[in-house]
């Protein structure tokens, strides 16, 4: 028994194991399309919803400001910013996820 386990170590050698490719398998995933589709659709709800959010703040900036309505200017200030980085954080998911699997393929 002790030849056999001999015989076995010499043939696993760490040179054999760095060769081994790991790497995910996405096609494992059952209906890995259709979640691709919604996350496509959640990302431009996300788009949508910051454009109509920035445009409706801005709009309130712009009227407050001009009737003196300094706080109400301020929150609408606070909103259009707001707006801005939720578009910039909803754009840059789907970059930071391509270049993810991008990268996980040359691993």
């Not at 760095?18 to 790497?23: I, L, P």
Request: hydrophobic content about 55%; overall charge positive.
């Amino acid at each position: 028994m002790r030849a056999v386990s001999a015989a076995h170590l010499m043939t696993v050698s760490p040179r054999n194991l760095v060769r081994a490719e790991v790497g995910p398998d996405f096609g494992a995933v059952g209906g890995a399309g259709d979640l691709r589709a919604i996350v496509g659709a959640l990302l431009t709800y996300g788009l949508i919803i910051a454009v109509l959010m920035l445009v409706i703040s801005a709009t309130t900036w712009a009227i407050a400001s001009n009737s003196g309505s300094w706080h109400t200017a301020q929150k609408a200030k606070v909103g259009c910013f707001v707006a801005i980085g939720g578009a910039t954080l909803t754009g840059a998911a789907l970059g930071w996820a391509n270049w993810l699997l991008d990268i996980g393929a040359h691993l």
